[in-house]
């Protein structure tokens, strides 16, 4: 059984956000996430400024089996990326929720983490894919 | 439904991460691929591969039969000598590739997993008059490794192994040949069930890790060598797959099943497969396009390399190209150079 934090939000395409006090996002993938793709190796992060909607390619992250793209969450502009992982892209198998986090944006409108999955939805999509 | 190899609930006890490849349940890691990898390089990991297919051949028409199937030539095996070749179409396309193993009574072949059901029916019909092919389930266990024969003996009662690459030897009910698909020393050993499963056990005990699919595609990505279905096909001769050096033209009398077809295409190639390293940031992976000063070519096999810690392959390419190139991962063109393979024998990088 992975670990699902009951304080973040989630999609389906196995993000997770988090609403910062400042107001920004910070977005990376699930401790299931991580575990299916096993080691990863590469990230290709979004760049800074770059805008993107709910459910829009907003990177790549490569482990030694396969490329997998990553979706933001929630729509908004990029602000923050995680550059930690140009060299040690494994802190995503060792801290998914913590150090391994991937990028932070402004959201168009914070309301819009109301319609990501908390953390039993989550539960019972990662569940599914069992 | 896919299968199982006897050995399926041992991968689950160990952890295995159990996926479907070509048509087998089979562990593609037991937690990470990089570690299993790493304990293959500098110790000694082990594999199951009881999904490939294991077929005795033997009688008087057995030799005349593979020296007829097989574009490498059985004729100069000594007993319990292995050889690595190609099963051929009448196009000179490659069926599968195969080790073939002389045995004091007929051969064994040991043909792919995805190529089974065709790989048998392909016998069955070049079958000669005189002969008995029959498919031998069994444990299949590679122990690979620096230390991989140290341990084995550890783990079991058998003497001194003094095999030579390539070669063989019997104990008992088991074959274990000096083979591998790892670049590094090791056996692939063949047994019965019951005593796979507690040979599996011994290992385990005296500290073989296990490793799975993910990591056999690594090591041998490193090691230069092919994966079937993937580096190779029946729409590929062995000119253009790395692997001309196993077609043997003598004796000239020798009628191959493909000589015909291929009797002009090995003198001028108009591709080959070679080594390919990224010079940028990213990972290589399968049917991504090269860009070459000859032409076009296409990734077959791409990793990363956890030895090089940088992203490999295999491409083919125009036979004149230089080895600067480009690869298309995504839209983008990335730096790659060609480079002979392999990278990575026996815990040593060879290219960069």
Redesign the interface.
């Not at chain 1, 030694?64 to 490329?67: E, G, Q, R, S, Y």
């Given at each position: 059984m992975s670990d699902i934090p009951a304080e973040l939000k989630y999609a389906a395409t196995h993000e997770w956000a988090k609403l910062e006090e400042d107001g920004t996002v910070t977005v990376g993938i699930s401790d299931h996430a991580q575990s299916a793709l096993?080691?990863v190796?590469?990230i290709?992060a979004p760049e800074i400024g770059l805008t993107v909607g709910a459910q829009e390619e907003a990177g790549?992250v490569?482990s030694?089996?396969?490329?997998s793209d990553i979706y933001a969450p929630v729509g908004g502009t990029i602000c923050a990326v995680n550059d930690a992982l140009?060299d040690a892209p494994e802190t995503v198998?060792q801290d998914p929720y913590g150090d391994g986090w991937f990028f932070k944006l402004t959201p168009t409108d914070a309301a819009d983490l109301d319609d990501l999955l908390d953390a039993e939805a989550y539960a019972e999509v990662c569940a599914d894919e069992e | 439904m896919a299968d199982k190899t006897p050995l399926f609930d041992a991968h689950v006890a160990a952890g295995g991460k159990m996926v479907d490849f070509a048509g087998w349940m089979m562990p593609v890691n037991y937690g990470s691929q990089i570690e299993e990898h790493t304990a293959v390089r500098s110790d000694a990991g082990m594999f199951d591969v009881s999904h490939m297919t294991i077929v005795d051949i033997d009688g008087p028409d057995a030799e005349d039969f593979l020296r007829k199937v097989i574009a490498n030539d059985v004729t100069t095996l000594a007993e319990y000598q292995a050889l690595y070749g190609a099963a051929l179409n009448a196009h000179g396309g490659i069926l599968d590739d195969l080790i073939v193993y002389r045995l004091p009574k007929g051969f064994r072949v040991v043909v792919n997993a995805s190529t089974r059901e065709k790989m048998l029916d392909w016998f069955d019909a070049q079958a000669m008059t005189n002969m008995r092919i029959e498919h031998k389930p069994q444990i299949m266990l590679a122990v690979q490794g620096p230390e991989a024969i140290n341990k084995l003996l550890a783990a079991t009662d058998l003497p001194e192994l003094s095999i030579k690459p390539f070669f063989a030897a019997a104990h008992g009910d088991w074959l274990i040949g000096r083979t591998g698909y790892t670049g590094e020393d090791g056996v692939e050993v063949m047994l019965p069930v019951e005593q796979g499963l507690a040979l599996w056990q011994s290992l385990l005990a005296a500290g073989v890790k296990p490793a799975g699919l993910g990591a056999r595609d690594t090591l041998r990505l490193e090691a230069g060598l092919n994966l079937y279905g993937q580096d190779m096909s029946e729409a590929t001769s062995p000119y253009v797959s790395n692997i001309g050096w196993t077609v043997a033209w003598e004796p000239a009398d020798r009628g191959f099943i493909g000589r015909h077809a291929l009797q002009d295409v090995r003198l001028a190639p108009t591709h080959k497969l070679t080594g390919i390293i990224l010079g940028d940031k990213g990972v290589l992976r399968h049917d991504q396009s090269v860009v070459t000063d000859a032409g076009p070519g296409v990734v077959t096999s791409g990793t990363y390399s956890p030895t090089m810690q940088r992203s490999i392959g295999l491409v083919r390419v125009p036979a004149q190209a230089g080895d600067d190139c480009s690869v298309d991962i995504r839209g983008s063109l990335k730096k790659a150079r060609l480079v002979k393979p392999p990278f990575v024998r026996k815990g040593k990088i060879l290219a960069n």
């Open positions: 096993g080691d190796v590469y290709e790549v490569e030694v089996k396969a490329a140009t198998n | -």
